[in-house]
């Protein structure tokens, strides 16, 4: 009698562990889902900013040396979240501007 309730206990807590890591599979998967959203809305909001540097500098003829630092460390940021090639395009006319 003694094995079939040591048997059981084990049966439960074995059940019991299951279950949680299945909720806790459920947890993480949901946390790389949102993770992956706010790696897509950065990555948009970082080519946008480039985006707005190119015109802006394109528009004068010239850049600024503080916005042509921005320009590499957002460039930089942007290309480590995988960003699309017309940023690439944009930024071989962007080094081409002289710097006041």
Known sequence: MEIIASTYTILALITTLISSVGALIVTIKKQFKRLERVEYITQLNLGSELTRLHYK????????????????????????????????????????????
Do not use: C, W
Request: hydrophobic residues 25%; aromatic residues 20%; proline residues 2%.
């Open 57 to 100: 500098a394109q528009e004068r003829g010239y850049k600024y040396i503080y916005e042509f630092e921005r320009y590499k460390l957002v460039y930089h940021e942007y290309k480590e979240l995988k960003g699309n090639g017309y940023v690439d395009k944009m930024t071989s006319e962007y080094m081409a501007l002289p710097i006041k």
